[in-house]
């Protein structure tokens, strides 16, 4: 495969998927998106991780979904929880995935790129809709119809290595491939300097995988000093 299209994030998922991608893909174009989230410290860590992994390119996409509200990482009136509830959770943005998948596979046309690496994960996740694969599933159906490279036959498939491991699987797999993991930021409310919180669910799943997979945990903390 020629051209690959890797939406980053900054966290330890997408800097996996992203590695994953190099391996399979003799060019990755990682592309993060500006959505107006409260927890900015990701875009710095999105741009550490291009740089470490070998992206080919990495743009940054402005593209505000801060003035739909309804979510606690756009809206700074909604307080990031700190423990688990029912239910999706605040921190859900409403069809996130979806605008991101739709501006990667625009730019994956342009490209002729012939994938589009997305690390969403189902198994150790916050049970938000567009992580499951039945999305991954349906959107790749939207990509076969709504394009001219899609209706010519040469379209572009999703593809989601993540979905079906644990936390600490794709730490592992991660490590084996060399990411940094102390270059990635997970947390939902990091401070200023991008140091984590700690106890949002985000920080938990990224504790706990640390834990599972017998590795130590890299991640800068607010108030420890490592």
Excluded at 6 to 13: F, I, P, T, Y
Excluded at 58 to 77: C, E, K, N, Y
């Amino acid at each position: 495969m020629e051209r690959a299209v890797v939406l980053l994030s900054g966290g330890l998922d997408s800097a996996t998927t992203l590695a994953l991608a190099r391996r399979e893909a003799a060019s990755c174009h990682a592309l993060t998106i500006d959505y107006g989230q409260r927890h900015r410290a990701e875009l710095e860590a999105a741009r550490r991780v291009a740089q470490s992994l070998g992206a080919t390119e990495h743009r940054v996409a402005r593209f505000d979904l801060s003035w739909i509200g309804g979510s606690a990482l756009t809206d700074p009136a909604i307080t990031v929880p700190t423990r688990p509830g029912e239910g999706i959770p605040v921190t859900y943005v409403p069809a996130r995935n979806t605008v991101f998948l739709a501006l990667a596979l625009s730019w994956a046309e342009v490209l002729d790129a012939r994938a589009i690496y997305i690390g969403v994960n189902a198994v150790d996740y916050s049970g938000y809709p567009d992580c499951r694969p039945a999305f991954i599933e349906a959107f790749n159906r939207v990509a076969e119809v709504a394009t001219r490279a899609g209706v010519e036959g040469r379209g572009t498939a999703v593809r989601a290595p993540l979905i079906d491991l644990s936390k600490a699987e794709i730490i592992r797999v991660g490590s084996e491939l060399g990411v940094d993991f102390g270059l990635t930021l997970s947390c939902y409310d990091p401070d200023e300097a991008g140091r984590a919180c700690g106890v949002c669910e985000a920080c938990r799943l990224r504790g706990q995988g640390f834990a599972a997979a017998g590795l130590a945990d890299p991640t800068r903390y607010r108030g420890v000093t490592r």
